[in-house]
Each structure stands twice: as C-alpha cells, then as structure tokens.
C-alpha cells in the first residue's frame, strides 16, 4: 500500500500562513482523489478538502475562502494553501488518498472513501 508522507506543519500566530505539502512515497500513478482532513485532541477526523481527477474542488463550509487545494492528483502531490490561520485551527493535518473510482454521489470529504492516510503534520496557531 503507496504511504503518504506531509510536510508543512508549523507554529504561527493567527493571521499567518502555512502551506502543507502531500506526496507519495512511491510513484503509483493514477489516483482518483486526494483530500486533507484534520483531527484535534478529542475529536473525529474532520474534512478540509479534496480535489479529484477532473480538477474538481471540495472544501468544507469553515473553509470560507481561506484555504486553497492544489497539485498533481496523478502523481499525488498535492498541497494544501492556508491563509488568516486561526486559533481553531490547530489540530494535525492528514493527506489521504485512494486510487479507485467511487460513487460520484459520495461526500469527498468523508474519511471513508479512502485508502492510504499519511502520519499527519501538526498545526498550531497562537493568538
């Protein structure tokens, strides 16, 4: 099974940026979709977003435009832009991937629909 490795992770004060980086640790061409999702201490993996082999983009609603998914779905290399970081996001951050088609009615954003998970890259905002 292909291993996700993030990178990125960092300490900043609200307002300030990060920009997580996802790759595969080996080549296995030909993935269907890529997401970030995050978990804080004590509660469930939470969608961030996702992108998908036609460039279609999905982000969660807390999103609000600060946040932008870009990369090479193909290849898994995928980054995650984060801009006026907030407190409320501290939490590790997780690349996930899967390299199967899927039911165009599921919800990309639910930590089911796939199949390799990276070990996660922390994100802490100070205020």
């Known amino acids: 099974q292909v291993q996700l490795v993030e990178s990125g992770g960092g300490s900043v004060q609200a307002g300030g940026s990060l920009r997580l980086s996802c790759a595969a640790s080996?080549?296995?061409?030909?993935?269907?979709?890529v997401g970030w999702f995050r978990q804080s201490p004590g509660k469930d993996y939470e969608g961030v977003a996702a992108?998908?082999?036609?460039?279609?983009?999905t982000y969660a609603d807390f999103v609000k435009g600060r946040l932008t998914i870009s990369g090479d779905i193909y290849r898994v290399v995928v980054s995650l832009e984060m801009r006026d970081l907030k407190p409320e996001d501290t939490a590790m951050y997780y690349c996930?991937?899967?390299?199967?088609?899927?039911?165009?009615?599921?919800?990309?954003?639910?930590?089911?629909?796939?199949?390799?998970w990276g070990r996660g890259t922390q994100v802490t905002v100070s205020s």
């Open positions: 996930a991937a899967r390299w199967r088609p899927y039911d165009l009615s599921s919800n990309r954003l639910s930590p089911t629909l796939y199949t390799s």
């Open positions: 080996e080549f296995r061409g030909g993935a269907t979709l």
């Open positions: 992108i998908e082999t036609d460039g279609a983009l």
